[in-house]
Each structure stands twice: as structure tokens, then as C-alpha cells.
């Protein structure tokens, strides 16, 4: 566990970065720090290695106050990832990733075996070990940089704004990627980054800073949705945090129906089903292919190319009420498509339907809560 206990940052001139931060970073998690420009974010995390020295306060690790570890064994004992990765450009992949056990006294050939290890453990083909930085992608450095940080094993690992150079669709899955790891291997690990989705996805707990380097609220992701402490976490939120607060709510009770849904060579009785307004067909493995009304469908004469698109489907259990309620807002019927992990259609779910859940839901939470209380 790291423990900060009123620290305080202040320049010379005056000016005060952060300002008589306490918390408590639990092991084994990933706890984000989060806020706009110039509440202290990265001075926080570079005071826990001692990049920055606090102007007053303690930092404990284990119980332990950092101040009283010689501060290159402090910061070999924490894995370090930047923007941009920060990866030496004249060195190759494998020897970048081995560079802190080399510093260590590692001998070359075991460095490089946990450095192709490491490749493998995220997600890095390793037939690019002897590349160099710049013949990668930017996502691809990235993960190096992540590799490079875990090489001597550290507990900690600090992350500053790892993700925020890259695209959208290469940061969700360096997201995805960097779960999958701490699931894995279970690290202490303090990320900085400005971005309110990517805290609430990634945090176990969550710190929202305001300027000044004041902490203006500490807590795990859905109660930050659901209970910002003032006005200014609830601005820094944003206007749909009542849609972020849906990640965390189960789709696996939503109630489906199998009444629409229909196979390619459906019969002309089927496709008279009652009361159905839409119809979802799918192919002979039971995949879904589209929607159509029914009385734009005949019997042996289905064409999958004039069907409207089912949109994107979900996974009930797996995925959440959110992803359940988006992808019905997506569908031209304004139902969602449950699938298996297969592909294979399990049932059909309406809007009216979600939408009770998320009542249910919240009724729930709030049931919780005065039993908390």
C-alpha cells in the first residue's frame, strides 16, 4: 500500500502544485488520478518515486517512508511508463524491454528471455524484437514502454498519461490490454490521465483533483457516478454520467424474448408470429442477418441483402446495461440483440425492457445504500 499522508508540492516562486494531499492507494489495484491541467496530477506521481521531492508530508510505502530508501533503489523497485512510451531509439525492442535488469546485473541472454516473455504478455508479436522504436506503430510502442516498466517485476507501477498519444481505437484496446494484465499479475499501479472515461473504465478507485492539487473527491467509480461530493465533480463528470453510470449494472437479468426471431427458411407460420412488429432472421448457425416487418417477408423467398442491420449485439452477463441500451438505440427497431459468445442469438430485448431494468437498478442501489447506512 502507498500512503500520502498531507503532502505538499511548492515551487520557489510560490507556487503551490499540490496542496496537503492525503490518501491511501490500495495493493494490488489500479488507482487513477484524474482533473484538469494543473491540479497536480503528475507532480503526485512523481513524488511517490521521487522524480519530485514533496515541500512537506510523508509518502509510505509498506508502511515504510520513501525519504529513507536510497532513491535509485526506490525507483528500480517502480515501473515507469510515460506518453509516448520514452523508448531509447537506438536500441532494439528486446533490449529496450531488458533494460532495467540489465541494470540490475542481469546477465544478457536471461534479459532478453524475460524481455521476450514480456512481449508475449502484451500482446506484442515477437517477431519484432529485433526491430527498432521507429518501426512500430504508435500503439505498439506503447506496449513496449508497458513491457519495459514490468521487466524486473516491480510491485508498483506508475503510468503517466500512457495512452493519450494514440488513436481512439488503439487506446480502448492498450485499455483492454493493461486489465487483462493487472488481472494477471495483480500490481499496485497509480495512472495519470485527464480523461474522465478512461479513469471510470480503468479505476479501481478514482481521486479527482481540482486545481491547486486539492483532492476534491476518493472513490471507487460507480459511487463517483452516483454520488459526485460538489459541484465541481459533478461538471468534471460531464452531462451523461448517468449513461457511464450503466457500465456498472449486469445485463444478465434482462429478460429476452425468442417471439421475433425467425430462421432464413422460416415458414409462412412463422412469420405470422403475433403481435410481432419486427422480425430478426438469422442464418442457418443461428447468427443473426437483419430485421425486417413481417409483411415484407414470404416464406422460402428470404433475401438476407434486403434486410434492415441488427445493429451490434451484446452478450448478456458479459457485457453491461449500458452496452445492452446502446445497442438498442443503435438497432433501426429500437430492439437490442443478445448473442452468445458464439455469435448465436439467444433472444431480443426492447428499449422498454432495458429501461426497466435501469429503474430496477437504481431502486436497488438505493436499497443498498440505506442498508449501508
Known sequence: MIRIESVTKRYPDGTV?????????????????????????????RMINRMVEPSEGTILLDGEDIQRQPVTTLRRSMGYVIQNAGLFQHRTIVDNIATVPRMLGWGKQKARARAAELMERVGLDTALAKRYPYQLSGGQQQRVGVARALAADPPVLLMDEPFSAVDPVVRKGLQDELL?????????????????????????????????????????????????????????????????????????????????????????????????????????????????????????????????????????????????????VLSPTGWAVAVDTDGRVTGVVSQQTIGEAIRSAHAAGRDDEKVAG
Open 17 to 45: 502544485a499540490v496542496d496537503r494531499l492525503s490518501m491511501e492507494i490500495p495493493d494490488r489495484s489500479i488507482t487513477v488520478l484524474v482533473g484538469p491541467s494543473g491540479c497536480g496530477k503528475t507532480t503526485t506521481l
Open 180 to 328: 487483462r494484465i493487472q488481472e494477471e499479475l495483480g500490481k499496485t499501479i497509480v495512472f495519470v490521465t485527464h480523461d474522465i472515461d478512461e479513469a471510470i473504465k480503468l479505476g479501481t478507485m478514482v481521486a479527482v483533483l481540482r486545481t491547486g492539487g486539492h483532492l476534491a473527491q476518493y472513490a471507487p467509480p460507480s459511487e463517483l457516478l452516483s454520488s459526485p461530493a460538489d459541484a465541481f465533480v459533478e461538471d468534471f463528470l460531464g452531462g451523461d454520467r448517468g449513461i457511464r453510470r450503466l457500465s456498472f449494472f449486469p445485463s444478465g437479468r434482462l429478460e429476452l424474448t425468442t417471439g421475433p426471431v425467425i430462421p432464413l427458411d422460416a415458414t409462412a407460420e412463422q412469420i405470422a408470429a403475433p403481435d410481432a412488429l419486427w422480425l430478426l432472421v438469422t442464418d442457418a448457425d443461428g447468427r443473426p442477418l437483419g430485421w425486417s416487418e413481417p409483411g415484407d417477408l414470404a416464406a422460402g423467398d428470404i433475401r438476407p441483402d434486403r434486410l434492415l442491420s441488427h445493429g451490434r449485439p451484446f452478450v448478456p452477463g458479459t457485457d453491461s446495461l449500458r452496452v445492452a441500451l446502446d445497442c438498442a
